[in-house]
């Protein structure tokens, strides 16, 4: 049974550059949530998306932007990147989105740099 | 928004000695509360949660306490060990924020042999 995939595992651009990391949930989920956490702090909600739709959004400018596919993978694109964008950002999945205590499974995270 | 403030942010303790770790959390209608354990380099691992409707709840060295008067919660281990080394976070959610969890900022244990 596979958990929470993400790929890349490791990511470096510049200043003003795109980049679009993507995600796999464990199966039997079909809700995909992503978090940035930065250095020596806890994961911060970015969006979570259900049936193809984003649910609910965090503290996040609009240059942070997601996709469901169909077969509830996800992916996150960040535009216009920051110096301040450098972080590990973790999916997490789970099943039914809104679901009274069902735990959030993460992934191993891509760690993103930003020269 | 919900705020989860969590102390301390570092602990330290001697292999077999006893770990607490406290969060408290503002929004009254939060009712689910998981840890995450985080070793360097890894994902964040759901090590146990407790709703809002149960105390306390045990699994093996940990437990985990709440008192939803005082809004506060707190993670026990026990007999701890090396490999009990790593940043532990709480959060907190709530059915009106869909269950998405507010984390707290970590706290890192270091167990010394």
């Known amino acids: 049974d596979a958990g929470v995939t993400q790929s890349p595992t490791h990511l470096i651009k510049t200043r003003g550059q795109q980049v679009t990391l993507r995600c796999s949930p464990k199966?039997?989920?079909?809700?995909v949530s992503w978090y940035q956490q930065a250095l020596g702090q806890g994961p911060q909600f970015i969006f979570q998306y259900y049936e193809e739709e984003e649910r609910q959004r965090g503290n996040f400018p609009d240059r942070f932007s997601g996709h469901q596919f169909p077969n509830y993978s996800s992916e996150l694109n960040v535009n216009a990147l920051l110096l301040g964008d450098s972080a590990l950002y973790l999916c997490a999945s789970s099943r039914g989105q809104g679901i009274s205590g069902q735990p959030q499974h993460f992934g191993d995270g891509t760690r993103l740099s930003i020269l | 928004g919900e705020n989860v403030e969590q102390h301390p942010s570092t602990l330290s303790v001697q292999e077999g000695d006893s770990a607490v770790i406290k969060c408290t959390y503002s929004?009254?209608?939060?009712?689910?509360f998981p840890w995450y354990k985080q070793e360097l380099g890894k994902r964040p691992q759901l090590i146990i949660d407790?709703?809002?409707?149960?105390g306390e709840k045990k699994d093996q060295r940990i437990a985990v306490t709440l008192n939803k008067t005082a809004k506060h919660f707190s993670l026990h281990i026990t007999e701890t060990q090396p490999e009990d080394s790593a940043v532990y976070f709480c959060?907190?959610?709530?059915?009106?924020?869909?269950?998405?969890?507010?984390f707290g900022r970590g706290t890192s244990l270091i167990v010394h042999p």
């Open positions: 929004d009254s209608a939060s009712n689910y």
């Open positions: 199966s039997g989920h079909d809700t």
């Open positions: 959060a907190a959610s709530s059915s009106g924020g869909s269950y998405i969890p507010t």
């Open positions: 407790i709703r809002s409707n149960v």
